[in-house]
């Protein structure tokens, strides 16, 4: 049974470039989330999807977008990069959509950014 | 503004001894209470608490949430090498979302 899957691990950009991150959830979930967690912080929530549309929002810039797809996978999609942008970005899935909030939530391991 | 406080924000300590971990809360709506580990990239779940004064054990650890004075610990006992970790707290304020309020989490070193 596969976990949450993340491409790519790593990354590096350079200031105003645009970034796509992309995670495929753990099998039988219908809900991504997206976080993003600074070094030596805690992950903040970015913002969620279930049946493909855009369900809850952190306090992120619209610079931050994302998409889901009809196999429940996801992007994420950063524009106008900025150096703070540096983070480890983790993606997680649920089966809330379904009703089966169990509140575990099923992490990736991450893609890196680095903005430089 | 929500937040979660966890204390200390970093540890050492030796095999074989018990740490404490803490992490308070300040929420407008409350659901749950996390506890997840993170070693190297993706944390990992541990407990759930959602009601006052029941302890949840596996193992090594346990944990105990108070509502009425908003806190929770993570016991763990023993220790061992392979709990070095981050371990972090989360308050999940509604049902139906996964936008959960994490602390910055505590950092733990266990040397042998």
């Known amino acids: 049974d596969a976990g949450v899957t993340q491409s790519p691990t790593h990354l590096i950009k350079t200031r105003g470039q645009q970034v796509t991150l992309r995670c495929s959830p753990k099998?039988?979930?219908?809900?991504v989330s997206w976080y993003q967690q600074a070094l030596g912080q805690g992950p903040q929530f970015i913002f969620q999807y279930y049946e493909e549309e855009e369900r809850q929002r952190g306090n992120f810039p619209d610079r931050f977008s994302g998409h889901q797809f009809p196999n429940y996978s996801s992007e994420l999609n950063v524009n106008a990069l900025l150096l703070g942008d540096s983070a480890l970005y983790l993606c997680?899935?649920?089966?809330?959509?379904?009703?089966?909030?169990?509140?575990?939530?099923?992490f990736g391991e991450g893609s890196r950014l680095t903005v430089l | 503004e929500d937040k979660v406080v966890q204390s200390p924000l970093s540890l050492v300590v030796h095999e074989g001894d018990t740490v404490t971990l803490n992490c308070s809360y300040e929420v407008t709506n409350f659901r749950s209470l996390l506890w997840y580990k993170q070693e190297k990239k993706a944390p990992t779940f541990l407990f759930m608490l959602t009601s006052s004064g029941i302890e949840k054990k596996s193992g090594r650890l346990s944990s105990i949430l108070d509502k009425k004075e908003l806190f929770s610990i993570l016991n763990i006992t023993a220790t061992q090498t392979g709990d070095s970790a981050v371990y972090l707290c989360?308050?999940?304020?509604?049902?139906?979302?996964?936008?959960?309020?994490f602390g910055t989490g505590t950092r733990l070193q266990v040397f042998p």
């Open positions: 997680a899935s649920s089966p809330v959509g379904q009703g089966l909030n169990t509140g575990e939530l099923f």
């Open positions: 099998s039988g979930h219908d809900t």
């Open positions: 989360a308050v999940d304020p509604s049902a139906g979302t996964d936008k959960l309020i």
